[in-house]
């Protein structure tokens, strides 16, 4: 079983029912839908299909919608492209409307820019390929000099080194987009460019209001968001789940410092019992070519060594050449990466103490499957996935199987590092019989077999979420 979860990205690639079911069949867990790209029924259509195929190819597979977010772009240029020298003298103005300006003169959507900017630093334009360095503030200007070499076409995104851009988290376009989210019942939205707790707060508030029960997702990509760990606690703590988004956040921090950030953030997440996505550019030669580079074979790895829950296609499927051949191949080298010794066991929390009851049962589990011999899955009998989701914060080389009949719970917990999710009405059978139902599930799926040990957890009572109180150690007969 591969423990690390595969978030691929849905697009003019991908969106074929053939396609859709050959990423399911691959090893997809879940589906982005990329609110900057396409309109609402574009995203309905999307939906549907993938709910319809996924439930006939009797997988549970999640649908996170990934916000826009307040992105600062460039303006329509009054030209195709400019052809930029270092020396090149750019000027930013906020007053220049789309497809106005010249060949030097460019328009900026971003009104505040001239108030946050200060002569010599540095504003990056299209994920840094072009840096400029302002020499001059003027009214609605900024004047610049380039000092890249290469050609600036309209819209492309704007970012200061060392961050200081910062617009409201939730645009008018996003909060109409949540309602979408909402009427399609998305398990997860990933908000962009937060820069605190608080703007995860709002963003919660929003979801509470359109009556969604998504998952909420940060997206870390500013540098305000990560300026020190007690800022990054508290904005991974105000989310369910967090995104290595290392596009902008390698752009405002710099690629050498997003290094040990990637770590610290996975880490952190999951001390934290926050699952976490690693994304950006994980396998971009595959958009053109059948195989990757063995430096992104590496990439990959480094996040599954690192703990993340799921690492993330973008363009390599949504608008690549093979988008199921990423897939196989991100699929086969997460497999590889968990055949590393050291991932099996993780110590880090036995001198912990622990206030929940649940999060208790949860941590004994793991420990047991540990240090138990002949102990084969971990079964956890769950309402709303807490459970699994917190057994999986630790590392085991066993499987977490958490049935659910809750369809939404199993498909959320298709996020989850290292957890199968599996549908069983448990409210059907008696209480009696229980144990001996779900134990002829497993035997049905051939996910163990007579003679084999298998730890479970459940609540005493079932209708509760948060309530798991209880763990067996069970022999199939």
């Known amino acids: 079983m591969r423990r690390t979860k595969i978030v691929a990205t849905v697009g003019p690639a991908s969106e074929s029912p053939q396609i859709i079911q050959a990423l399911i069949t691959a090893g997809v867990n879940v589906f982005r839908l990329n609110f900057s790209h396409g309109n609402a029924d574009e995203h309905r259509a999307r939906c549907a299909l993938i709910r319809s195929t996924a439930a006939a190819s009797q997988r549970h597979v999640a649908l996170m919608g990934d916000l826009q977010g307040p ?129 995860m707060r709002y963003a919660r508030q929003i979801l509470d209001d359109a009556g969604s029960g998504a998952a909420l997702i940060a997206k870390v990509e500013r540098a305000e968001a990560v300026e020190n760990h007690e800022v990054l606690d508290e904005l991974i703590l105000a989310s369910d789940g967090v995104m290595v988004a290392r596009g902008d956040l390698g752009v405002e921090i710099g690629d050498a410092h997003l290094i040990a950030l990637q770590k610290h953030l996975i880490k952190r997440a999951r001390v934290l019992n926050r699952f976490v996505i690693t994304a950006t550019q994980m396998m971009e030669s595959m958009t053109t070519s059948a195989v990757p580079t063995r430096a992104e074979v590496f990439d990959v790895a480094n996040a599954v060594l690192d703990g993340t829950d799921a690492v993330m296609l973008s ?137 084999d040990f298998v730890l479970y957890t459940r609540g005493t009572f079932m209708d509760e979420g948060g309530a798991t109180d209880t763990l067996k150690i069970i022999q199939v007969s």
């Open 71 to 199: 992105k600062i772009r460039l303006r329509t240029l009054a030209v195709d492209k400019i052809a930029l020298q270092p020396g090149s003298t750019v000027v930013l103005d906020t007053a220049i409307a789309d497809g106005g300006g010249d060949d030097t003169h460019i328009g900026v959507d971003y009104e505040p820019l001239p108030k946050c900017v200060d002569v010599d630093d540095v504003l990056l334009l299209d994920d840094g390929r072009i840096s400029l360095r302002v020499k001059k503030v003027a009214g609605t200007a900024v004047h610049c000099v380039s000092e890249s070499k290469g050609p600036l076409t309209s819209r492309k995104g704007i970012n200061k080194l060392g961050g200081g851009l910062s617009a409201p988290a939730l645009t008018e376009k996003d909060i109409a987009d949540i309602a979408v989210i909402a009427e399609l019942n998305l398990e997860f939205v990933a908000v962009s460019f937060p820069s605190s707790a608080e703007d």
């Open 315 to 451: 363009a390599e499927t949504a608008s690549g050449s093979y988008p199921v051949e990423t897939v196989e191949a991100m699929a086969r080298t997460c497999e590889g990466a968990e055949q590393y010794p050291g991932m099996g066991k993780s110590s880090h929390r036995l001198d912990r103490t622990f206030f929940s009851v649940d999060e208790t049962i949860a941590m004994s589990a793991i420990y047991a499957a540990n240090h138990m011999s002949g102990v084969k899955a971990i079964v956890a009998l769950t309402e709303t996935g807490n459970t699994a989701l917190l057994m999986s914060r630790l590392s085991s080389n066993l499987p977490i199987l958490a049935f659910s009949r809750n369809i939404d719970s199993c498909n959320k917990m298709a996020m989850y590092r290292g957890v199968m999710p599996l549908a069983f009405d448990f409210g059907q059978v008696p209480q009696e019989r229980l144990t001996i139902e779900l134990i002829t599930e497993l035997l049905r799926l051939k996910l163990v077999a007579p003679g």
